[in-house]
């Protein structure tokens, strides 16, 4: 079968990550939803366990060979599809929402569509567990730092999300060029109330300056300079401090970003 490098095809060949990726996702009863299952290294597992798993691969000289992979298992139900455009909720029937997960070792090339798209979909689903670039995954569990970001606060207002384990290069064929690492995101209910991701994403624009400097103009002059975080930059004091903070701010000034003209959201 010939593999197509544009799709990120890096084919699980380690067994026991295989097993160990398996184990972090799906509990017996779950209806998995899988996201690029490939040749079905990890799908074969995810059979095994899950009460029902639904592969979702672009490919369609994968998806076609897929279900004879994996033995033709009954519980197994193979869409051809791209994981951006599909309605990720509705590929498990309304009965199966309370207990379905998302799982994949991802198509690097798409991580962030693909979380977004997850957090998208998460009425329907309780977690998700992504083998990812082991860099995008610090970013998603980093709570200051260098590695914090609007990924990081993406991930951490939608979910709560754990890094599990590192996995090697070589437990891949053909080797990708970076390390991978495991998150697993437990998916929190609700949605983040109105204007705070536009409020994080000034936070985070130029992330070397303070926030004093990428608030301006968002709040009346002098409100923010008040703020004892305003000489700090955002990656010093976290999602928590910043929610904090346009909390405080909000409070103060209910109508400021509007007033001075900057977008919401
Ligand atoms: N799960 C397999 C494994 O662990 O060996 C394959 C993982 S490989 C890293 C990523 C898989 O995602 C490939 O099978 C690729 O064809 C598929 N893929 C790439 N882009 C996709 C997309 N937009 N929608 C669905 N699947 C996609």
Redesign the pocket.
Known sequence: MGR?PK???????DRAV?ARIAEAAVESGDTAL??????????KHLVRRANRVVA????PV?AAALRSACGAPPNLLVVR????E?DLAGLVAPAHRSRAVLV???????TSPILRAAFAAKKAFRRATF?MQREVAERAVACGGKRFGLLSCLCQLHSEPRLLFRVPSRA?SPPPAVESALVRFELRSGCPPTGLLAFLRACLAAPRKTLRNNLAGRYPSGLVAMHANAGKRAQQIGLDGLMRMWESLEKAEPSGPAAVGADRE
């Open positions: 197509r799709l990120g095809q890096h084919f699980l060949r295989r899988e996201i690029g299952p490939g040749q079905g290294a990890l799908t979702l691969e672009i490919d994968l599809g791209d994981v951006i599909a994949g070792n991802l198509p690097y090339y798409i083998l891949f």
